[in-house]
C-alpha cells in the first residue's frame, strides 16, 4: 500500500543551521500522527517541507507516491494544510473564504458549491455561512480552517498546533472532528503539537528534539518500552519515611501519592526500600511510565 507520506532522512537547514537533522516517517492513509516536541523542535519545518514550502536539502518526501520536489503540484492536491496562524480572510463571509480557496485549487464552479455545502455542513457552519468571519468564535474560526483545508478533498490534513489558542471544551470538538475524518473519510492526520495530552490522542506519535526523531510508535508502545523508573510507597508517616530513605542513599521525596523513591528497575529493589525504613510501610507499588516519562526520558538524555 503507497503510504500516505513517506518522509525519508529529511534534512533542511537554515543557513548553516540544521532545523530537521536526518528525519524518517511514514504513515499509512488514515492514521493520525502527531509530531510531538518543545518549541523549535523542528516540528513547523518537517510540516513546511512535507507541504512543498521549503525545499529539502537533502532526502525525500512523498506524499501519496508523488515527490514533493520532482511533483510539487501532485503532492499540494493530496494535502489540506492548517497553519498555526489565522489566515482566514476575516472582513469576508464564510462562504466567500471557502470559494476563493476552493477556486484557487482549480474546482470547477458546480463541485466547489457542492463541495462548501458539504464542509459547511459537516462543521457546523452552514447556518453561519453568510456571516463575516471576525463574528465567529475562535473555535468556530479554527472549524473554518479545517474546513477550507479538506475543500478539495485531501487524503492528508496537515495542522501546525491546531488547538493552540482554543479553551478546552473546543478542543475536544476539534479532537473529534479529526478523529471522524479519519474514521469516516480515511483522511491521514499529521499533527504537531507540544502537548502531551494532545499527543495522546493519536495512532502514533514522533518525538521530535533538536530536529531529531528520538523515539516513535503508539502511545501505549512508548510506554511499554520505558520500563518503570520508580516505586511508591505508602506509609504511616511519608515524611519521615522520605528521610530516612534519602539517608540511606535513595534518590525519595514525599507527595501526595506518597513516597516517590526513582531508581533504575525498582521491581528489583523493593526489598531493600522497605528494609530502609522504620516507620510502617504498607503498600508498594511500581510506578507505570505515561507518555510524559517517555517524553522526559527521551528529550533529556
Ligand atoms: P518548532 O515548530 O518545533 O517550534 P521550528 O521548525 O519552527 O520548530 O524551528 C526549528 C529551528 O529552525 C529553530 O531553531 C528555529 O529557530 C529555526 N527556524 C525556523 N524557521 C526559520 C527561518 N525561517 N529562518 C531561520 N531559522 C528558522
Redesign the pocket.
Given at each position: 500500500m503507497t503510504p500516505a507520506f513517506d518522509v525519508r532522512d529529511l534534512e533542511v537547514r537554515?543557513?548553516g543551521?540544521i532545523?530537521v537533522d536526518g528525519v524518517s516517517l511514514r504513515a499509512r492513509p488514515g492514521e493520525i500522527v502527531a509530531l510531538l516536541?518543545p518549541?523549535?523542535?523542528?516540528?513547523?519545518?518537517?510540516l513546511e517541507a512535507l507541504s512543498t514550502a521549503v525545499a529539502p536539502d537533502r532526502g525525500r518526501i512523498e506524499v501519496f507516491g508523488h515527490d514533493v520536489t520532482a511533483e510539487p503540484v501532485a503532492a499540494r492536491r493530496r494535502i489540506g494544510m492548517v497553519f498555526q496562524e489565522q489566515t482566514l480572510d476575516v472582513d469576508l463571509p464564510v462562504e466567500r473564504n471557502l470559494w476563493f480557496h476552493a477556486r484557487l485549487f482549480g474546482l470547477p464552479r458546480t463541485r466547489a458549491r457542492s463541495r462548501i455545502d458539504e464542509v459547511l455542513e459537516r462543521f457546523g457552519l452552514a447556518d453561519r455561512r453568510r456571516d463575516p468571519v471576525e463574528e465567529l468564535s475562535g473555535g468556530l474560526a479554527r472549524r473554518l480552517e479545517i474546513a477550507r483545508a479538506l475543500l478539495h478533498s485531501p487524503g492528508l490534513l496537515i495542522l501546525d498546533e491546531p488547538t493552540t489558542g482554543l479553551d478546552p471544551e473546543v478542543r475536544r470538538a476539534v479532537w473529534a472532528d479529526l478523529a471522524r475524518l479519519r474514521d469516516d473519510e480515511r483522511v491521514t492526520v499529521l499533527y504537531?503539537t507540544h502537548y502531551l495530552a494532545e499527543a495522546e490522542l493519536a495512532d502514533s506519535v514522533a518525538i521530535?528534539h533538536n530536529?531529531l526523531k528520538v523515539r516513535s510508535g503508539a502511545p501505549a508502545v512508548l510506554k511499554e518500552e520505558l520500563a518503570a523508573t520508580a516505586l511508591i510507597l505508602s506509609t504511616s508517616d511519608d515524611e519521615a519515611a522520605a528521610a530516612e530513605l534519602v539517608h540511606a542513599g535513595f534518590d525519595a521525596s514525599s507527595g501526595p501519592g506518597g513516597v516517590l523513591v526513582r531508581c533504575a528497575r525498582p521491581e528489583q529493589r523493593i526489598a531493600e526500600v522497605v528494609r530502609a525504613v522504620t516507620v510502617p510501610v504498607t503498600e508498594v507499588a511500581l510506578r507505570e511510565p505515561s507518555l510524559d516519562d517517555v517524553y522526559f526520558a527521551t528529550t533529556e538524555a
Amino acid at each position: 500500500m503507497t503510504p500516505a507520506f513517506d518522509v525519508r532522512d529529511l534534512e533542511v537547514r537554515y543557513g548553516g543551521r540544521i532545523a530537521v537533522d536526518g528525519v524518517s516517517l511514514r504513515a499509512r492513509p488514515g492514521e493520525i500522527v502527531a509530531l510531538l516536541g518543545p518549541n523549535g523542535a523542528g516540528k513547523s519545518t518537517l510540516l513546511e517541507a512535507l507541504s512543498t514550502a521549503v525545499a529539502p536539502d537533502r532526502g525525500r518526501i512523498e506524499v501519496f507516491g508523488h515527490d514533493v520536489t520532482a511533483e510539487p503540484v501532485a503532492a499540494r492536491r493530496r494535502i489540506g494544510m492548517v497553519f498555526q496562524e489565522q489566515t482566514l480572510d476575516v472582513d469576508l463571509p464564510v462562504e466567500r473564504n471557502l470559494w476563493f480557496h476552493a477556486r484557487l485549487f482549480g474546482l470547477p464552479r458546480t463541485r466547489a458549491r457542492s463541495r462548501i455545502d458539504e464542509v459547511l455542513e459537516r462543521f457546523g457552519l452552514a447556518d453561519r455561512r453568510r456571516d463575516p468571519v471576525e463574528e465567529l468564535s475562535g473555535g468556530l474560526a479554527r472549524r473554518l480552517e479545517i474546513a477550507r483545508a479538506l475543500l478539495h478533498s485531501p487524503g492528508l490534513l496537515i495542522l501546525d498546533e491546531p488547538t493552540t489558542g482554543l479553551d478546552p471544551e473546543v478542543r475536544r470538538a476539534v479532537w473529534a472532528d479529526l478523529a471522524r475524518l479519519r474514521d469516516d473519510e480515511r483522511v491521514t492526520v499529521l499533527y504537531a503539537t507540544h502537548y502531551l495530552a494532545e499527543a495522546e490522542l493519536a495512532d502514533s506519535v514522533a518525538i521530535i528534539h533538536n530536529g531529531l526523531k528520538v523515539r516513535s510508535g503508539a502511545p501505549a508502545v512508548l510506554k511499554e518500552e520505558l520500563a518503570a523508573t520508580a516505586l511508591i510507597l505508602s506509609t504511616s508517616d511519608d515524611e519521615a519515611a522520605a528521610a530516612e530513605l534519602v539517608h540511606a542513599g535513595f534518590d525519595a521525596s514525599s507527595g501526595p501519592g506518597g513516597v516517590l523513591v526513582r531508581c533504575a528497575r525498582p521491581e528489583q529493589r523493593i526489598a531493600e526500600v522497605v528494609r530502609a525504613v522504620t516507620v510502617p510501610v504498607t503498600e508498594v507499588a511500581l510506578r507505570e511510565p505515561s507518555l510524559d516519562d517517555v517524553y522526559f526520558a527521551t528529550t533529556e538524555a
